[in-house]
């Protein structure tokens, strides 16, 4: 199975740009990397998705290098309720899927 | 659209006993997953279905069985449940398999506990 690892937690305040790095082994070759965003008691919400290089939308940014190896959340401006716990999910060489261990956020005013 | 709806919400059940837990969704996707979340952890996925008639395993299959004889519908059954399947169950959907460029709708979550 692919291995994950994030950050447990990270603290910033609001306006800020906050980066969250997931770092994933045996990924599959043409697997996308995705990132969730969970509220307590709430299922996750899709943020973003990408295969590789970088991808933007109106909410985050995503940054992969070539290797695959890591992907980088980045979200500009946090404000308050960007507070949440971060995932990222990836498929494995058996096309199993795999979220991350999560990264808390906490966002100050 | 309702979405991908759970029932029930919350469950008490002793050792031993069988339950199932429903999850359905109406946005006709042809993809749906059971995953279970531990406290303070990250999703794990326990079995999915590609579509109707199709069912595979994910990481933590053992104790429960899911069929799919319908697009709409996945329930999730406990054959036997023990305090180790004490979890935040939830289920999603998506139109495709989400690792091929799609993303997953999830459910409100069965917060079940095994006494």
């Known amino acids: 199975l692919a291995k994950t690892t994030q950050p447990i937690s990270m603290d910033s305040y609001e306006g800020q740009e906050v980066n969250i790095t997931c770092s994933h082994n045996n990924i599959a070759t043409n697997d996308y990397i995705t990132w969730y965003q969970q509220f307590p008691s709430q299922g996750p919400r899709f943020i973003i998705q990408g295969y590789k290089t970088k991808v933007t939308n109106e909410v985050a940014s995503l940054f992969i290098p070539a290797d695959r190896k890591s992907s980088t959340l980045s979200l500009p401006r946090v404000s308050l309720s960007d507070t949440a716990v971060y995932y990222c999910l990836v498929g494995d060489e058996a096309d199993k899927l795999i979220f991350g261990t999560g990264t808390r956020l906490q966002v100050f005013p | 659209n309702a979405g991908v709806t759970q029932t029930p919400k919350f469950q008490v059940l002793k050792t031993g006993q069988s339950m199932t837990l429903q999850c359905a969704q109406d946005m006709n996707h042809e993809y749906m997953s059971w995953y279970r979340q531990d406290p303070g952890m990250g999703l794990r996925l326990i079995h999915y279905s590609v579509g109707a008639g199709i069912t595979d395993q994910g990481e933590v299959p053992n104790g429960y069985n899911v069929s799919r004889s319908t697009t709409e519908d996945f329930p999730l059954r406990l054959l036997s449940a023990a305090p180790s399947q004490t979890s935040v169950y939830f289920c999603?959907?998506?139109?495709?398999?989400?690792?091929?460029?799609?993303?997953?709708?999830f459910g409100p979550g069965t917060r079940l506990t095994v006494t």
């Open positions: 999603a959907s998506s139109l495709r398999d989400p690792m091929e460029s799609d993303e997953q709708y």
